[in-house]
């Protein structure tokens, strides 16, 4: 999981414990993963297009060769 071990994992979560406090790592988590979602629609969408123009150029290329 990135790289990371369970011993590296759970001095993160002691740390966020400690300097956070039990009260907002939830709120933060909610945010984190918000902002994850909404990085994936992101990229999704990013991609999406990418390969909608390829096949347009795709199919371009295709009537320029029938045309010929």
């Known amino acids: ?6 011993g590296e994992i759970l001095v993160i979560i002691f ?5 956070l406090g039990p009260k907002k790592i939830p709120q933060i988590a909610r945010m984190m993963g918000r902002g994850f979602r909404e990085f994936h629609k992101a990229k999704d969408g ?3 297009e990418l390969h909608r ?3 347009k150029t795709e199919l371009s290329d295709e009537t320029e060769q ?3």
């Open 53 to 55: 123009e390829e096949r």
């Open 1 to 6: 999981m990135f790289g990371f071990g369970a």
């Open 15 to 19: 740390l966020a414990l400690i300097l």
């Open 46 to 48: 990013f991609l999406e």
């Open 66 to 68: 029938l045309k010929q």
